[in-house]
């Protein structure tokens, strides 16, 4: 385990300390505390990291409503091996500053003004199972467990559930792979209806040499949320292939449907020695 504690301090001057509209501007300091700690684990079996950060603000004494005083920062993320090739857990928690509205002022991570910011903590907890069998192929069957809160009635706060199985082939089938997902998603809402998202698969690809696979996928997505058209279900496919000339050169494309009408993909990657 590796602990690291810090403390910041930062003065900043501000020529519109609560974002008052033109002509009403008032000027003024703002004094920044910051304490913190970082905390970090590395092993075979385990992989933690955790940063958090209080930043307090003072200033003036007719701060008001406009100024919060106090915010908190978090970023976390477990990773856990529990039984060998077996068993394993997955977590995160956040704590960050975001915006309510698009048409508001967009103000940055560190601002001290809550005209338009709310508090948003999120936590999700993952185990599973993923086992390799062999060359054959390797399985992992999740379950995931998420919550965010966002800090305000209007926008509320929401739970979900995700069940995954999937099943990818190994080094065995060096011409023909393949894979199978099923995954299933309910997330129950403050302010809406408990929604729910389904999508079942089957890919292959098929090599015709080093640097040239054919792809293909069938499949099927149900979701049951409001949608203009009415129709939140359906099957699906598409085909497409991959070119990798090297290990620095990719390109993955194809082109398919879905319920919701023609899909298409497209992505290059090449990296040089100064560029990506």
Known sequence: ?????????????????????????????????TPGFTV??????????????LHYFAGPDDLGGEVDRAQSALAARLGAELVSDWLYFDGAASIRQ????????LLSDRAYANINSTE???FSASPYLRHRFGSTATAELRYVRDKVDTGRERLGNNHG???AFSVNSGS???????????????????????????VASF???????????????VGYDKSDYAALGG?????????????????????????GRRFYGDSYHLSANHRARRAV
């Open 1 to 33: 385990w590796t602990f690291q504690p810090s403390v910041e301090a930062r003065q900043t001057y501000t020529d519109n300390l609560r974002l008052a509209p033109s002509g009403r501007e008032q000027g003024d300091w703002i004094t920044e505390i």
């Open 40 to 53: 970090s684990k590395r092993s075979d079996r385990v992989r933690f990291d955790a940063t958090y950060q």
């Open 98 to 105: 975001q915006p309510v509205s698009a048409f508001g002022p």
């Open 120 to 122: 948003v903590r999120t």
């Open 161 to 163: 559930q995700t069940v």
């Open 172 to 198: 065995r089938f060096t011409d023909l792979g393949w894979n199978l997902l099923l995954r299933e998603q309910r997330i129950d809402d403050e302010l809406a209806p408990e929604t729910s998202a389904a």
């Open 203 to 217: 890919g292959l690809r098929y090599s015709l040499g080093r640097t040239l696979a054919l792809t293909g996928n």
């Open 231 to 255: 129709v939140t279900e359906g099957r699906s496919w598409s085909t497409g292939f991959i070119y990798a000339p090297s290990s620095r050169t990719r390109v993955d494309a194809s082109v």
